[in-house]
């Protein structure tokens, strides 16, 4: 019987990551928690017969990314709106809930579960590069097994003969996988914006402005925020808008009165986040969502909602109810 103290001692420190990596795979949080849960189980029950052949950290990986692989088996990707179909036209439309049970939508992910605090400012900057909506939403195109590939190689570096003997084949299997997986990427995600980390001044301003717009409701003030070119998409919905003039017309309905916003400012995805609180008839404001920003030296180019409502913000450590 494996001692479970050392075991415990020993995989522990693996988990934050092991987490960020079942999140990559699948896009969404409440399945990367459970395989990452039936991870650390497989590695209970093989810990007595672990050898030492590779690394622990290897090992681990191993086990975590062939149970993603198992969970992915004739499932289908996670979406966001915009990657099913054209934007919407009229924003003065109601949303298209039209997607019915056969799509998964993408889950944000909270940057402090997921992203350990690093002494090298340019590790936590390569950590948040690695989690950023747009990559995750982009390796949901891909076939699992090259998406573990991309992941593995490019995202985590492990050599090719280690992801080869991760995944039981062989490296010219590998370095194949990898270069479609290249390929089908830039296809799937063509524009790689240059983001501003979410810490930054500038970040942290545009984020402000944003929630002083939903606070006040003052359109002119999210105008100011976004790009030209900025677009939103609501989770959930088919519905996504692309250009500044559908946005404002958008914003301009959803907004209301001064008062009937309140937002939290945090972290998802390494990118500026709202968590909102919409006020109900009683006057108490409730968890709606959480806004995730992509912030750009220009403006804010996209705004993703997740309506989540109270459980979506209590994964982010934030009230339902109460502000």
Not at 3 to 26: G, I, K, N, Q, V
Not at 57 to 76: P, Q, S
Not at 118 to 124: E, R
Not at 281 to 303: N, S
Request: with cysteine; net charge negative.
């Amino acid at each position: 019987m494996p001692d479970e103290h050392e075991f415990t001692r020993s995989t522990e420190p693996f988990r934050r990551e092991l987490l960020a990596h079942c999140y990559r795979m699948l896009g969404s949080l409440d399945e990367a928690e459970d395989l990452v849960q039936e991870t650390y189980l497989r590695a209970w029950r093989s810990y007595g017969t672990f050898e030492g052949r590779s690394s622990l950290r290897v090992w681990l990986y191993r086990i975590a990314t062939n149970a993603c692989l198992t969970a992915l088996r004739d499932r289908g990707r996670r979406a966001l709106p915009s990657g099913l179909g054209a934007p919407a036209t009229d924003p003065d439309a109601p949303p298209d809930h039209g997607a019915g049970p056969e799509v998964a939508w993408l889950q944000p992910v909270p940057d402090a579960l997921v992203t350990a605090p690093a002494d090298d400012p340019a590790a936590v900057v390569a950590a948040r590069e690695r989690l950023r909506l747009a990559l995750i939403a982009g390796l949901q195109y891909l076939p699992p097994r090259q998406r573990a590939v991309l992941v593995l190689r490019e995202v985590l570096g492990f050599p090719a003969a280690e992801v080869a003997d991760m995944l039981g084949t062989t490296v010219p299997a590998v370095k194949s996988a990898l270069q479609r997986a290249r390929a089908r990427l830039d296809e799937a995600a063509p524009e790689r914006e240059r983001l501003v980390e979410p810490t930054d001044p500038h970040a942290r301003a545009l984020l402000a402005q944003y929630i002083a717009g939903f606070e006040n409701a003052d359109v002119g003030a999210l105008e100011r925020a976004l790009r030209a070119d900025a677009a939103i998409e609501m989770v959930g919905t088919r519905t996504w808008f692309s250009g500044i003039a559908a946005c404002l017309r958008y914003l301009a309905q959803v907004t209301g009165s001064p008062g009937d916003w309140r937002m939290t400012p945090t972290i998802a995805n390494g990118q500026p986040a709202a968590a909102a609180y919409l006020r109900d008839a009683g006057g108490t404001h409730r968890a709606f969502g959480l806004g995730v920003l992509t912030a750009t030296p220009e403006g804010i180019a996209r705004i993703t909602v997740f309506g989540g409502g109270p459980a979506l913000l209590d994964r982010f450590g934030l009230d339902g109810v109460g502000l």
